[in-house]
């Protein structure tokens, strides 16, 4: 079974350039994330999807980040313009499911991930 | 709000020596509690995880127990390898409206020598 694909591995831009990330979840998978990690951090998540409809994206810099996930399949994140703290690893992941609200938990498969440095 | 630590790290150690790695969260209602492990150059993947009071989570030797009173879920390996190498997330889904979404530590960097 393939995992998660992410591209590209890296990229490095200036600050105020526009940059995107895309993200091919494992086959079936409804929910997939976007979390950030900053170096020496654990990961932030940024925006969660239920097939293409958004499930959570309290903690997404509307402002400057915005994320789609047409078809419920591919998704792909945007960051214009970037500022130099935007620099972390972007990771995807994707679970068969939705955590539900009776407890349920799906594991969540990371990607490799996307390293951005903002210079 | 949710939150999730870890010891203060990077941790080294011989092969063969034990290993404990402390975590501790904050949490409303009963969270299920996870340890993800990232080698390098490699995307985080579930090592183990527990879902309710004294549950034991185990895999690849690794070991940690839901622990309520103490809102702990230490992380301990008896006899570490090489290959064990690697940067350990705790982590924590607080249920209900949370859906999904994950809650990290921020990380202990394990090196093991020969």
């Known amino acids: 079974e393939a995992g998660v694909a992410q591209s590209p591995r890296y990229k490095i831009i200036e600050k105020r350039q526009s940059v995107a990330f895309w993200c091919n979840p494992i086959?079936?998978?409804?929910?997939l994330y976007w979390y950030q990690q900053i170096l020496g951090q654990g990961p932030k998540l940024l925006i969660q999807?239920?097939?293409?409809?958004?499930?959570?994206d309290s903690q997404l810099p509307k402002d400057r980040f915005s994320a789609e996930r047409l078809k419920g399949v591919d998704s792909t994140l945007k960051i214009q313009p970037a500022k130099l703290e935007d620099s972390a690893v972007y990771l995807c992941?994707?679970?068969?499911?939705?955590?539900?609200?009776?407890?349920?938990?799906?594991?969540?498969?990371f990607g490799p991930g996307t390293r951005l440095t903002v210079t | 709000g949710n939150s999730v630590t870890q010891m203060e790290g990077p941790v080294t150690l011989s092969e063969e020596a034990f290993l404990t790695i402390n975590c501790t969260y904050t949490?409303?209602?009963?969270?299920?509690l996870f340890w993800y492990v990232q080698y390098p150059g490699e995307g985080l993947q579930l090592l183990l995880k527990?879902?309710?009071?004294?549950d034991k989570g185990s895999n690849k030797g690794f070991e940690a127990t839901y622990r309520k009173e103490t809102t702990s879920f230490h992380l301990e390996k008896g006899s570490v390898q090489v290959s064990d190498s690697a940067v350990y997330f705790c982590?924590?889904?607080?249920?209900?409206?949370?859906?999904?979404?994950?809650?990290f530590g921020q990380g202990t960097i394990l090196t093991v020598h020969p």
């Open positions: 992941a994707s679970s068969l499911r939705i955590t539900g609200v009776a407890g349920r938990s799906y594991e969540q498969y």
């Open positions: 086959s079936g998978h409804a929910t």
């Open positions: 999807f239920q097939n293409n409809g958004v499930v959570d």
């Open positions: 949490a409303t209602g009963y969270p299920s």
């Open positions: 527990a879902t309710k009071a004294d």
């Open positions: 982590a924590l889904n607080a249920g209900g409206t949370s859906y999904g979404k994950l809650t």
